[in-house]
Structures are given as C-alpha cells and as structure tokens.
C-alpha cells in the first residue's frame, strides 16, 4: 500500500500563484504515475495533471495547460503541483493520487485533500 500526504493548499488571490506538494510513503517503489484530481463544491471530482513516476511525461487537463506544472522528485518519493495564474474556477480542494502496478495487481490510492480558494 501507499500512503499520501499533500500540503501546500490556502487562500491566494486571482492571478497569485501556489505549489502544492504530495508526499508519499509505503510501498512507493510499485508507484506508477502520480497526479493530481481537484473537487470544487458541488461538483465532480476532475483530473489536473498526472505524472509517469518513471519516464517523467506528463499529462494536463486543457483548463490548467500552460498554468500549472506537474513535477516530481523521486529521492523524496514527492510530487507537486505548481499552479499560477490562479483563476476563482480553481477554487476546489485538490487530491493527490498513486497508481501503482506490481505483477498481481493494481491499485489507486488518495490523499486527504487539501483546500485552494481563489479569491477575486
């Protein structure tokens, strides 16, 4: 198993920027792609950005292409997430997410969440 823990989230005004951070532990080394999923109020659950763990290419979703970026350090076992040009529509609380892959299975795993609001 994986466990994740982000931090990073608070409350910056349009067009500030912010980093998020994604610590993982446990089993990282069956880790896969790491990324990023956000929840604004009521709404669904969105995919931002995703990042292979071994080869590094990334993946964004169109409304943060070209704002955010999604990079990681594989000696912390971290990913992160830094977000400019910060838009009130990103207001949500974003979710770090694993998948990870061994001979047997897969499996996908969540952190807490942590709260980003834009202000305008």
């Known amino acids: 198993q994986v466990q994740l823990g982000e931090s990073g989230g608070g409350l910056v005004q349009a067009g500030d920027s912010l980093r998020l951070s994604c610590a993982a532990s446990?089993?990282?080394?069956?880790?896969?792609?790491m990324g990023w999923f956000r929840q604004a109020p009521g709404k669904g659950r969105e995919f931002v950005a995703a990042?292979?763990?071994?080869?590094?290419?990334?993946n964004y979703a169109d409304s943060v292409k070209d704002r955010f970026t999604v990079s990681r350090d594989n000696a912390k076992n971290t990913v992160y997430l830094q977000m400019n040009s910060l838009k009130p529509d990103d207001t949500a609380v974003y979710y770090c997410?694993?998948?990870?892959?061994?001979?047997?299975?897969?499996?996908?795993?969540w952190g807490q969440g942590t709260q980003v609001t834009v202000s305008s």
């Open positions: 997410t694993a998948v990870t892959s061994t001979a047997r299975s897969t499996g996908n795993y």
């Open positions: 446990g089993r990282t080394d069956t880790m896969y792609t």
């Open positions: 990042i292979n763990w071994s080869d590094g290419s990334t």
